[in-house]
């Protein structure tokens, strides 16, 4: 039974993501549950290893392996039930370690942000008390390596999604516009007359890759980019962030 789990949110790729309160808690927790993603995307586990390795964290580390989504299922259904196998390995894995204290889970990003680690956690039975700590997200480290604001002067900014992106098109009203979880390099859809895109890719990372500019001239660069980036590595993690061109700096 977990009494206790902490989701610590690591950031991008970089271990100097990691805020002290972060590697504090990765020092105290008892166990640490590290996910395993497949085939090719071994360097984020051993990213995950490595962030514990620098806390100096004597805790048990536990592997598990990761479900993965049923694609015939539609899109909500499939993701319920990913969640809840998620859950029920979470629950395997540490009824096999017999945590004895808090259960760590280093979280990519920052929980809170388009990751469902928090609403996982509450499927697992009996309920866990839940500590959360926040880290670095994708938005911050994007707009950080290009060195820009995030919003234009008391301008508004959408955060959505690649799906959403491809279903509606441009939110109406939207000045800027941060997509996440696109695996279909979706802007390309768009009317891109008018758009700025600033676009990177293994953010924090030593294999971080960034390019802006207006998206007519930039959209097939990055297409080429990030499948040959894909192909290299077995995976690819993504953010861009859109603008209109009046408002690039």
């Known amino acids: 039974m977990i009494d206790t789990l902490w ?5 991008t790729g970089s271990p100097a993501h990691v805020t002290m309160e972060g590697m504090q808690a990765i020092r105290d927790a008892s166990v640490i549950l590290v996910p395993h993603k497949g085939a090719g995307k071994d360097d984020l586990a051993s990213l995950r290893h490595g962030i514990i ?14 479900p993965v989504r049923d694609p015939a299922l539609p899109y909500l259904e499939r993701v ?5 196998e998620i859950a029920a390995r979470w629950q395997v894995a540490l009824a096999d370690a017999g945590a004895s204290g808090p259960v760590a889970l280093l979280v990519w990003g920052d929980p809170s942000l ?18 959360v ?18 919003n234009e002067v008391n301008g508004p900014v959408q955060i959505t ?8 098109g441009w939110p109406g009203g939207a000045e800027r516009l941060v997509v996440m979880l696109d695996g279909e390099a979706s802007f390309q859809h ?6 700025m895109i600033w676009w990177g890719a293994y953010l924090g990372m030593t294999e971080q890759i960034l390019d802006h500019g207006p998206l007519p001239d930039a959209s097939a660069r990055i297409i080429e980019t990030r499948e040959t980036a894909r ?3 077995g995976w690819i993690m993504d953010t861009y962030l859109l603008g209109r061109s009046q408002g690039a700096h």
């Open 7 to 11: 989701l610590i949110g690591i950031g």
């Open 53 to 66: 390795a620098a806390a100096g964290s004597t805790a048990r580390v536990v592997s598990f392996d990761y």
């Open 80 to 84: 319920e039930r990913w969640h809840d």
């Open 114 to 131: 388009y990751d469902s680690t928090i609403r996982i956690a509450r499927r697992i039975t009996p309920r866990p008390a839940l500590r």
């Open 133 to 150: 700590v926040p880290g670095i997200t994708a938005i911050q480290a994007l707009t950080a390596a290009h060195g820009i604001p995030l």
């Open 161 to 168: 999604t690649g799906r959403r992106l491809r279903d509606h």
């Open 190 to 195: 768009l009317d891109q007359s008018d758009l």
């Open 231 to 233: 192909a290299r590595h």
